[in-house]
């Protein structure tokens, strides 16, 4: 079992950035493909970003402002967010899916979730 702690939320005004942070108990980290997903009421969970240790992969709607990274001593993923706007404002999730090697986007694939972190962008 594995559990992920995300931490970083807040709210910022558009333009502004934050940085997402998500812990994981587990001493294998570097083999799991890591993820971040979000929510917004009445929405469904849609991809943020997601990252193997080798490649990078990102929804259209963030390329070029949220960055994935991961340090493996730290067993930490964070995910920095830049030029934030008021619809990136959601509840933030981190996910590790055990497929080794593997980047997916679907939800479904991944095996574990953190608890989520509120962002909340003003405009």
């Known amino acids: 079992q594995v559990q992920l702690v995300e931490s970083g939320g807040g709210l910022v005004q558009a333009g502004g950035s934050l940085r997402l942070s998500c812990a994981a108990s587990t001493r294998t980290f570097s083999l799991y493909t890591m993820g971040w997903f979000r929510q917004d009421p009445g929405k469904e969970r849609e991809f943020v970003a997601a990252?193997?240790?080798?490649?990078?992969y990102y929804a259209d709607s963030v390329k070029g402002r949220f960055t994935i990274s991961r340090d493996n001593a730290k067993n930490t993923v964070y995910l920095q967010m830049n030029s934030l706007k008021p619809e990136d404002t959601a509840v933030y999730y981190c996910a590790a899916d055990s497929a080794r090697g593997i980047i997916t986007t679907q939800m479904y694939d991944y095996d574990y979730w953190g608890q989520g972190t509120q962002v909340t962008v003003s405009s």
């Open positions: 990252e193997n240790g080798a490649r990078t």
